[in-house]
């Protein structure tokens, strides 16, 4: 019978270590940035396994922030991840924290110390390519060679690829960066959207007629390329949805010198949003940012750009 203890949050990362996990465990073990169809052919594969906790494990930050200071934006945070992982069957989210140490360790030590001592894990499940350990020397014949004398099945879940390629999260960042919204939702199996909270802008646009909702994003979420996009604003505490026009960017014309940013009208709407968490669906960009000449031109485009964000979303 699985332990008592009490199941990690998937919402704050830093109660989500291998030491609070509920026990034992049936686990995939990945990245799974995106979530898309190939992550959850893996995540499938051990969610009905009644023999411990279906988990997901997945190290964080990412290890090439780490080992190459590299900035990794993440097409899902862990408090999004939530939401996609529990219609998956999946109970808890564990994330190892990511460090030097943790670099040098080799592969098989890892299995043993954190997947089999620590959580516990009677069936481990990974995608084909995965690689883990020292210098990335553990790979799925590793896995398998470690786990199967302590009775630990193993699946392997082969690569899914579609007519251009393999699926896979870079694929959904150049989608997601040249504005292919569609192409994004073709890949992940599902629409991309983000949240943010609003806060007080310039008010600005209220004077040219078009207030709108200036949202704080997480800094480690990535988002598509700059522009002016049709989108749906989703109001979580009553899920009201709401047809929306969307700039992503600086602001060339009202402020030149103002850092990028993100800046929601609702169409036909007026509600106060003030401190409201929104979640953002853009739908497809209508077109890139450009300087106008004045306010006046502005105020016309953006009325332009409501009308054919209306026709978008009401075929959406």
């Known amino acids: 019978m699985p332990s008592k203890r009490k199941i990690c949050t998937l919402i704050l990362i830093t109660l989500c270590s291998p030491t609070q996990a509920s026990l034992p465990t049936v686990l995939a073990l990945g990245s799974f940035d995106g979530l898309h169809a ?17 988990t997901v494990v997945s190290f964080w930050p990412h290890p090439r922030e780490v080992l190459y200071g590299e900035t990794k934006l993440k097409l899902d945070l862990p408090s999004e991840k939530k939401l996609l992982l529990e219609p998956l069957g999946i109970n808890q989210l564990v994330l190892i924290p990511f460090n030097k140490e943790l670099s040098i360790m080799n592969a098989e030590t890892f299995i ?32 398998q060679k470690v786990c199967s004398p302590a009775g630990i099945d193993v699946s392997i879940i082969p690569i899914l690829k579609d007519s251009i390629g393999r699926i896979s ?13 569609q192409g994004a939702q073709n890949l992940l199996g599902r629409k991309y959207s983000f949240r943010g ?35 749906w604003t989703y109001l979580p505490n009553n899920q009201s949805r709401h047809a929306s026009v969307m700039n992503l960017g600086p602001q060339p014309t009202i ?28 739908v497809q960009r209508l077109r890139i ?28």
Do not use: C, M
């Open 197 to 231: 909270t609003v806060k007080t802008g310039k008010g600005l646009g209220s004077k040219i007629g078009w207030p709108t909702a200036n949202l704080n994003i997480d800094g480690r979420k990535f988002l598509p390329a700059l522009g002016v996009y049709a989108a």
């Open 289 to 316: 940012q450009k300087k106008f000449q004045d306010l006046q031109s502005l105020s016309h485009q953006i009325k332009v750009d409501a009308k054919f964000a209306r026709e978008i979303l009401n075929e959406s």
């Open 38 to 54: 190939g992550h959850r052919k893996v995540i499938q594969s051990i969610s009905q396994d009644a023999r411990g906790i279906p």
């Open 112 to 143: 043993n110390n954190i997947l089999i001592e620590t959580l516990q894990a009677k069936h481990i499940a990974v995608g084909e390519n995965f690689r883990f350990g020292r210098k990335r020397e553990g790979d799925v014949t590793t896995l």
């Open 255 to 282: 402020d030149p010198s103002a850092p990028s940013a993100i800046e929601v009208h609702l169409l036909d709407k007026s509600i106060n949003l003030l401190g409201e968490e929104l979640i953002i669906e853009p």
């Open 169 to 181: 999260s870079s694929r959904i960042r150049e989608a997601l960066a040249e504005g292919d919204l």
